[in-house]
C-alpha cells in the first residue's frame, strides 16, 4: 500500500487532512517512534532516554528470566533487586519526562536475552552475571553519567544523576557476584 501525500492546497484545502498529514510527517520523521517525537526533546536526551529504557527493561527481563533458569540462591537474590531496582528507576524516568515524551514499556535488548535463554544452571549463572551485571551496568553507568554531563533537559540530567548511585551499586554487587562465581571481567 503506498501513501499518498497530499499537496499544500489539497491540505489548505481540507484542514482534518492537513492535520492527518503533518502527524504521519511527524511519525515518519521520528528517530524512533517508539520513544520520543522529534522537536521535543535535543539528540542527547533522545539518546539517553533510548539507552535507559533499553537498560532498565533488559535488566527486568533477565531478572525475571534468572528465576526459571538459575538454582543459584545469590544469583536469584541479586535478580530479585535488579528487577525491583530498574522497575523503580523507570516509573521514575517516567515520572520526569517531558510532556509528549512516549517512554517504552518494553525495549529490551532481545539480542542478549536470546543469547541466555538457552543457558540454564551454572552456564546461565556465569552468562547472566557476566552480561548483564558487569557489561549491562557498564553501559548503563556511561549512558546516564553522559546524559548528566551533556543532556539538555534539566529533569533528566537530574533523572540521571539520581539514578547513578543506584548503578554504581549495581555494578559493585555484579562485581562481588561474579567473583563468588569465577567471571571474570
Given at each position: 500500500?503506498?501513501?499518498?501525500?497530499?499537496?499544500?492546497?489539497?491540505?489548505?484545502?481540507?484542514?482534518?487532512?492537513?492535520?492527518?498529514?503533518?502527524?504521519?510527517?511527524?511519525?515518519?520523521?521520528?528517530?524512533?517512534?517508539?520513544?520520543?517525537a522529534v522537536g521535543v526533546l535535543a539528540a542527547v536526551d533522545r539518546?539517553?532516554?533510548?539507552?535507559?529504557?533499553?537498560?532498565?527493561?533488559?535488566?527486568?527481563?533477565?531478572?525475571?528470566?534468572?528465576?526459571?533458569?538459575?538454582?543459584?540462591?545469590?544469583?536469584?537474590?541479586?535478580?530479585?533487586?535488579?528487577?525491583?531496582?530498574?522497575?523503580?528507576?523507570?516509573?521514575?524516568?517516567?515520572?520526569?519526562?517531558?510532556?509528549?515524551?512516549?517512554?517504552?514499556?518494553?525495549?529490551?535488548?532481545?539480542?542478549?536475552?536470546?543469547?541466555l535463554r538457552p543457558l540454564v544452571g551454572a552456564d546461565f549463572d556465569?552468562?547472566?552475571?557476566?552480561?548483564?551485571?558487569?557489561?549491562?551496568?557498564?553501559?548503563?553507568?556511561?549512558?546516564?553519567?553522559?546524559?548528566?554531563?551533556?543532556?539538555?533537559?534539566?529533569?533528566?540530567?537530574?533523572?540521571?544523576?539520581?539514578?547513578l548511585p543506584t548503578l554504581r551499586e549495581h555494578y559493585l554487587m555484579?562485581?562481588?557476584?561474579?567473583?563468588?562465581?569465577?567471571?571474570?571481567?
Open positions: 500500500m503506498s501513501v499518498r501525500r497530499g499537496s499544500a492546497a489539497t491540505l489548505a484545502r481540507c484542514p482534518s487532512r492537513a492535520v492527518n498529514h503533518r502527524a504521519r510527517e511527524q511519525t515518519m520523521t521520528t528517530e524512533n517512534a517508539s520513544t520520543t539518546d539517553f532516554i533510548q539507552a535507559a529504557t533499553m537498560q532498565h527493561s533488559t535488566q527486568v527481563d533477565a531478572g525475571k528470566m534468572a528465576h526459571k533458569n538459575t538454582s543459584n540462591a545469590d544469583v536469584r537474590s541479586f535478580a530479585r533487586h535488579m528487577i525491583a531496582d530498574h522497575m523503580r528507576l523507570t516509573v521514575q524516568l517516567k515520572a520526569v519526562a517531558p510532556k509528549g515524551v512516549v517512554i517504552p514499556n518494553d525495549n529490551s535488548d532481545m539480542a542478549l536475552l536470546d543469547s556465569r552468562a547472566y552475571v557476566r552480561k548483564v551485571g558487569l557489561e549491562g551496568h557498564r553501559i548503563a553507568i556511561a549512558a546516564f553519567e553522559k546524559e548528566a554531563k551533556d543532556g539538555e533537559n534539566p529533569s533528566l540530567k537530574q533523572a540521571a544523576l539520581d539514578a555484579s562485581q562481588k557476584l561474579a567473583q563468588k562465581l569465577g567471571v571474570t571481567e
